[in-house]
Nanobody, 121 residues
């Protein structure tokens, strides 16, 4: 039905940068919100950043000023530019989309498979 395909994770030294991408495809009428979450070992999944169709953004306090979320609505794609990475940013990063299949007003939540980000000290 819907696929979210992430790319861009990897290993980087502290202070470095990575850019994550997530492309949504399938039976999609409209994507209302796209976002990135992360889950470190032994911790709960947490919001990193999210962006609405209109471009309004929300960031976790821990990444403000270092991460930037953006999206290309025409391509159903969201990006996460991560700068000044810290070892505590190490986690599996998941793409999320709140979308509708038709114009009936109902939204559905979809997740990507996750991409590992490892920041070495």
């Amino acid at each position: 039905q819907v696929q979210l395909v992430e790319s861009g994770g990897g290993l980087v030294q502290a202070g470095g940068s990575l850019r994550l991408s997530c492309a949504a495809s399938g039976k999609i009428f409209r994507i209302n919100v796209m976002g990135w979450y992360r889950q470190a070992p032994g911790k709960e999944r947490e919001l990193v950043a999210r962006i609405t169709t209109g471009g309004s953004t929300t960031y976790a306090d821990s990444v403000k000023g270092r991460f930037t979320i953006s999206r290309e609505n025409a391509k159903n794609t969201v990006y996460l530019q991560m700068n000044s990475l810290k070892p505590e940013d190490t986690a599996v990063y998941y793409c999320n989309a709140e979308l509708s299949y038709t114009n009936d007003g109902r939204n559905y939540n979809w997740w990507g498979q996750g991409t590992q980000v490892t920041v070495s000290s």
